[in-house]
């Protein structure tokens, strides 16, 4: 992936947060930006709320109210809870069950002095000091066990001769998937601090030469900080992201 | 996108889920790549559950026992769930905050008409007979609005400059915003059956021809129909797809 403009600033696909904590300037925002009651706990209860739903709690916790955290309690998370993690997001969905997404669970000094050396300089400390972090990656050779996952068809056939339609799907469900670990840490009590702010190739050359598995992003994982200065940016209306038709 | 070998049967990318209803041999499955209690609601309590997590009815919910559906209820999807549903997802971590996604919930007569003129023929069936249908998509020009999304620097100029990180960009971003899409469907009580299986460009042709918006994948929403033969195909453990480092 070429460098960006402004590269210098904040690397490029530094990204799923910037580097750094950023210190938002709350005039910045456009407060209509914000639909009336979004982060109101009784915002949906008009009517628009189905039997089955999650109470308002919950859904705070997975969405409203859940934040990108960048400083972390010192507080560790065991490795039970990584096993818990993956043992809820591998039942998202995922295009033929092909699970293509791989993750590697870095809380070692060792893990983490490795990782340090793909990181960008602006993602260091938050990342260091995280208890966890975790790499999401995938297989490119997430057919071969098509057999196995996806018993109703000869599915291992349709992507192992063709490398196009493995890479989008690798790459596509790879990514569902650690949507999957990001909503699924917050449903475990875990905080998430998602970004693409690293060296891919590194990153792969470091933790990947054996297996061929590719890096696609990053998630710290832990029990976050949060200062009263950290505001939430502006997110696009309905209107403006979505069409009925 | 090149179609696969195999498309006569299921046509490539069809699949997030299969076209019809997988009928699965159960004997097919390989019993061991179920980890004990997995689906357990229990099974998490030992000690890996932190204490912000959500209570075991909700993890089932959101990942244990939920399923795609392919069948569906008649009831009727309000427009004001759909509101609610984009209220919960637009609040889910983007690099940047860059928020590439776009959607249109299709539920008329006349926008299924349009839709299923891109689908593939396996997934007409399921896919008319759903309540609404959300076309996943991202606008490849998202970087305009990130003055406003994004204020805390001129992120703009990364990607205004940048074809292929604005491209990797959108589609990663616009890909965790459909996952956010298909856990807050559950959350508020909402089944869902995501799939793959349709001709983007044909889509794109008679959906986005002014906006220029891509597609990405498809959503049927609405309230599942289960038979006992839909059995829960197998998953990878997690010494198979994780690593600890």
Chains 1, 2 share one sequence.
Request: charged content about 20%.
């Amino acid at each position: 992936m070429a460098a960006a403009a402004g590269a210098g600033i904040l690397p490029p696909m530094d990204a799923i947060d910037p580097p750094g904590r950023p210190t938002l300037d709350p005039t910045a925002l456009d407060p209509t930006a914000l639909e009336p009651g979004a982060l109101d706990p009784t915002a949906l209860e008009p009517g628009a709320l189905e039997p089955g739903a999650l109470e308002p709690g919950a859904l705070d916790r997975l969405f409203r109210e859940a934040r990108t955290a960048y400083a972390w309690k010192p507080d560790a998370v065991p490795d039970d809870t990584l096993r818990a993690l993956h043992g809820l997001l591998k039942m998202g969905p995922t295009s033929a069950n092909c699970s293509p997404a791989r993750f590697v669970f870095v809380r070692s000094d060792e893990g983490k002095a490795k990782l340090k050396q793909a990181l960008s300089p602006g993602n260091v400390e938050k990342t260091m000091s995280a208890p966890v972090i975790a790499i999401v990656a995938h297989d490119p050779k997430f057919y071969d066990e098509l057999p196995r996952l996806f018993p109703h068809a000869d599915a291992r056939s349709w992507f192992a001769g063709n490398w196009s339609l493995a890479d989008t799907t690798a790459f596509r469900n790879g990514t569902l998937q650690g949507a999957y670990l990001i909503l699924a840490a917050r449903a475990l009590g875990l905080d998430c601090g998602p970004m693409s702010g690293f060296d891919n190739a590194r990153l792969d050359e470091l933790f990947f030469a054996g297996s061929g598995w590719k890096s696609n992003f990053l998630v710290n994982l832990g029990f976050g900080v949060w200062g009263p200065e950290y505001t939430r940016a502006p997110r696009l209306s309905f209107d403006e992201a979505c069409r009925l038709a």
